[in-house]
Nanobody, 120 residues
């Protein structure tokens, strides 16, 4: 099982980025895929959970502070999960990672993170 996040960078406030999480070694549409972020000195937080068939849920859930700005999606044919981030704010600055579980992260496989830096 492998996951690799990419697409981070340095942007100004108000701009957008799209992160990608390329996966391999498992059936993507089965698992919930979580996008997490961790800023320096802060705890890791789950930004979005893109539900898979295992959970019996559909769609995506979001951290309150990103609702209406961030949008998760998956392309099962490409084995890739995306996180479109619009209207970025300096508080969104963090290392963003993807993982195979959203809630019980002790079971999760993690991808290497990608740095997002938003300047004011």
């Amino acid at each position: 099982v492998q996951l690799q996040a990419s697409g981070g960078g340095l942007v100004h406030s108000g701009n957008s980025l799209r992160l990608s999480c390329k996966t391999s070694g498992f059936t993507l549409d089965y698992y919930d895929i979580g996008w997490f972020r961790q800023a320096p000195g802060k705890e890791r937080e789950r930004v979005a959970c893109i539900f898979g068939t295992e959970s019996g849920k559909s769609g995506t859930s979001y951290l309150d502070s990103v609702k209406g700005r961030f949008f998760g999606s998956r392309d099962n044919a490409e084995n890739t999960v995306y996180l479109l981030m619009n209207n970025l704010e300096p508080d969104d600055t963090a290392v963003y990672s993807c993982a195979t579980h959203c809630y019980d992260v002790t079971k999760a496989y993690w991808g290497q993170g990608t740095q997002v830096t938003v300047s004011s």
